[in-house]
């Protein structure tokens, strides 16, 4: 989810690159800067119970594959979604690492879902990676139709970061129209490929994101070049005014994540994470030393992590 990318790009990589020395990063992000030290001068911002729960029931809509079975052992996996999918800035400042993905990555060190699923030899004749750096949910249904294209045994999908993290609250996307283009990614998804089990990662909690890089001059540097600015914009004001803009972004992320677990209920084959990735404590050796934004790789691992447990039941 690379918010500000275009920015990066035309007025700020002498700026990341220092943010990035002062991270400890001076030759690339393969560990990741050291984790911020926590806030005394000020308490962080009270912050409500990590994992949402949906708000109403999901009604399944019966289908043939909805009997079928959960299957631990797909033959095949394709990723949709946007930049965290993609592992932008995991390997090299403003650049896509999809080796280092944590759904389809080849990097053993990250040692994706696809690596465990399908095993080392068959990952690059069997795995898709679809999504696109800077995706909004609204390009879901498009991206689900190539998914289904493959006819995979497994689809991943992490969105909805880039639909709340705009430059102002005002331009995150509507709750309606993420339900919306979530239920018809689906159905496209179904149309071609109704057989295929689906994983859905909730969005990260980006208010802890903030509380975690506020005290870091590193992640300061970053952030003041427009990324995330509806979370993120002056990150050292603790007033009321920015107290509760960022309480905004966080309940539109809740909600964002309660569409998800509603309409991946809503299909027989189809399991939510129940909020594992929103819930999740990235610390400071978890983001990328370049925008303190993005999982390093061995944040890419943990999201690995996170899926293959969920999808195995455990």
């Known amino acids: 989810m690379p918010y500000g990318r275009r920015r990066f790009r035309t007025a700020a990589v002498g700026a990341v690159l220092a943010a990035a020395s ?3 990063c001076t030759s690339g992000p393969a560990a990741g800067p050291a984790a911020p030290a926590t806030a005394s001068a000020h308490p962080p911002e009270p912050k409500p119970t990590p994992t949402p729960t949906p708000t109403r029931a999901p009604t399944p809509t019966p289908t043939s594959a909805a009997a079928s079975p959960w299957d631990v052992a797909p033959g095949s996996v394709a990723a949709v979604g946007d930049s965290l999918t993609r592992a932008f800035d995991a390997c090299a400042l403003l650049a896509d690492c999809p080796e280092a993905s944590w759904a389809t990555g080849t990097d053993p060190a990250v040692n994706s879902l696809a690596l465990r699923l399908l095993g080392t030899g068959r990952v690059a004749g069997n795995s898709w990676n679809l999504a696109r750096s800077g995706a909004r949910v609204a390009a879901l249904p498009e991206q689900m139709a190539r998914a289904a294209a493959e006819r995979p045994g497994l689809v991943t999908v992490m969105i909805g970061a880039n639909d709340a993290c705009r430059p102002t609250p005002a331009g995150m996307t509507s ?6 283009s979530f ?3 689906m159905a496209r998804l179904r149309k071609g490929a109704p057989e ?3 994983y ?5 909690d980006l208010l802890r994101l903030w509380d975690t890089g506020r005290t870091s001059p590193a992640a300061l540097r970053v952030w003041e070049l427009g990324v995330c600015g509806s979370m993120l914009a002056d990150p050292e004001d603790l007033g009321a005014a ?5 309480a905004a972004v966080r309940d539109r992320v809740v909600a964002y994540n309660e569409v998800l677990a509603e309409v991946c209920a809503a299909d027989g084959l189809c399991r939510y994470d129940g909020g594992a990735v929103f819930g999740f404590r990235f610390d400071g050796s978890l983001l990328s030393g370049w925008d303190w934004f993005h999982p390093s790789r061995a944040g890419q691992a943990r999201l690995a992590e996170l899926a293959y447990r969920r999808i195995m039941g455990k």
């Not at 859905?200 to 990260?204: C, G, K, Q, R």
Request: hydrophobic fraction near 50%; charged fraction near 30%; proline fraction near 4%.
């Open 22 to 24: 002062l991270a400890g």
């Open 183 to 185: 239920e018809t990614a």
């Open 242 to 246: 920015a107290g509760k803009r960022r």
């Open 200 to 204: 859905v990662a909730s969005v990260p």
């Open 175 to 180: 709750v309606a129209e993420f339900r919306r």
């Open 196 to 198: 295929a089990r689906v």
